[in-house]
């Protein structure tokens, strides 16, 4: 086994850096936000840091690179309040990947990679008509990572757009049947398959399959 310590983990190129520490953390989820700004033009960012905060009330964080790096879809939460969260499933990832290039204020990432911006009555951001799985969000707050210039944006849930049949008596979201991916580094994508499930855990209990 290699062992790296943070003098050495320092001295590297500044994209091996990049690719070692992004991937070290394992699979994450990776989504589509999209937001508008108010002129109304549609924006989309692929985003991998997306985190659940809380189940009541519904909150869920994602971390907001630097301004000067990512500077659009934050600028446009800021202005209207509300964002849209999208699953990515394999028949779109290529356009998804493609919303990560830095294209000038005021272009919409759905029309450059040929994705379809989709409303839905009161949600005045777009959501991705392509997704199986979609959220829409109202921000309640902003945390400044001050250690690197980033954001913790934390909204809370208002509309959810899902196909039902994935859905088990318990809540539990069968995301494997609707192929939603995940992610690994900057530009890496897997497709996820369930492994199993477990019973509610408690100390001195072996743990027991729910099915």
């Given at each position: ?24 953390t ?42 000067g ?46 994705l ?45 757009h ?41 100390p ?8």
């Open positions: 086994m290699a062992s790296f310590d943070i003098l050495e983990i320092e001295s590297w190129e500044r994209f091996y850096r990049a690719n070692f520490i992004n991937s070290i394992g699979f994450k989820s990776v989504n589509l936000i999209g937001t508008v700004d108010t002129a109304g033009r549609t924006n989309l960012g692929i985003f991998s840091s997306i985190v659940h905060i809380g189940s009541n009330p519904p909150l869920i964080g994602y971390i907001n690179r630097p301004i790096a990512a500077p659009h879809t934050l600028a446009n939460i800021k202005a209207t309040g509300v964002y849209t969260i999208n699953h990515i499933h394999p028949s779109i990832v290529q356009q998804a990947h493609q919303t990560s290039a830095k294209y000038e204020v005021g272009i919409s990432e759905f029309k450059e990679v040929g379809t911006p989709e409303f839905y009555e009161n949600i005045a951001a777009p959501f991705v008509k392509e997704s199986n799985i979609k959220y829409a969000l109202s921000l309640q707050e902003i945390i400044p990572i001050k250690l690197n210039n980033t954001f913790l944006v934390i909204g809370k849930v208002i509309s959810i899902i196909e039902k049949d994935i859905i088990s008596e318990d809540g539990f979201l069968h995301l494997d049947k609707v192929n939603s991916i995940c992610s690994n580094g900057i530009d890496a994508y897997y497709t996820t398959e369930l492994i199993e499930r477990f019973k509610y855990a408690k001195g209990i072996q743990p027991k399959k729910l099915y």
